[in-house]
């Protein structure tokens, strides 16, 4: 599942990454910083959930994969055109 939504918020990005290159929008660093900050938050809170004696209702994943793929299109879309 999170791997799953690694890949759409990666595929995402690109898709929002054209209109970047068409001219159509630009590109915020600030998004693109705070998506790889989200990102990497998700990350470690799936890493936490799988490595470590924490109690809690494996339903919480879901907003985990929901801020992998917001991060990952976060990042992805609002990079430079050219870095």
Request: contains cysteine; proline residues 6%.
């Amino acid at each position: 599942m999170l791997t799953g939504a690694l890949v759409v918020g990666t595929l995402v990005g690109l898709w929002r990454r054209e209109r970047v290159r068409s001219g159509e929008g630009y590109s915020s660093p600030m998004v693109a910083w705070l998506g790889k900050r989200l990102f990497w938050a998700s990350a470690c809170a799936a890493g936490v959930y799988a490595f470590g004696p924490v109690p809690v209702n494996p339903s919480w994943l879901y907003a985990v994969a929901l801020g992998l793929t917001g991060g990952a299109a976060g990042y992805v879309g609002h990079l430079p055109a050219r870095l």
